[in-house]
């Protein structure tokens, strides 16, 4: 496991933009499979998107596809950023990081495929 670190979210209005960034909080030679989740308030937990260790892969949720784009830094610290454009009120919610060791060449929607979370960065988009 290793330990992440989420920095950029924060209050916007609607149609704005917000950038999410996540790294490992040591420098490692690891590969990492590497996702995003969000929970808001009163509603079921649900995966953002996710990108393969390469980068080359990335899968998205329905709901995100045409706003958000996943990419990553390959670099030390095995950085991942979110871009997220025309921002909805119903994208508001406490968004994490994930990540697991390993060189997996397909991205995973699924919660129980990643063993190490980041402390959530809360995203409030307001109308």
């Known amino acids: 496991q290793v330990r992440l670190v989420e920095s950029g979210g924060g209050l916007v209005q609607a149609g704005g933009s917000l950038r999410l960034s996540c790294s490992a909080s040591?420098?490692?030679?690891?590969?990492?499979?590497m996702g995003w989740f969000r929970q808001a308030p009163g509603k079921e937990g649900e995966v953002v998107t996710a990108?393969?260790?390469?980068?080359?892969?990335?899968?998205y949720a329905d709901s995100v596809k045409g706003r958000f784009t996943i990419s990553r830094d390959n670099n030390a610290k095995n950085t991942v950023y979110l871009q997220m454009n025309s921002l909805k009120l119903e994208d508001t919610a406490v968004y994490y990081c994930?990540?697991?060791?390993?060189?997996?060449?397909?991205?995973?929607?699924?919660?129980?495929?990643?063993?190490?979370w980041g402390q959530g960065t809360q995203v409030t988009v307001s109308s």
């Open positions: 990108i393969s260790w390469s980068g080359i892969s990335t899968k």
């Open positions: 994930a990540a697991r060791e390993g060189s997996y060449y397909f991205p995973s929607s699924s919660r129980t495929d990643y063993d190490s």
């Open positions: 040591r420098r490692t030679n690891n590969r990492y499979l």
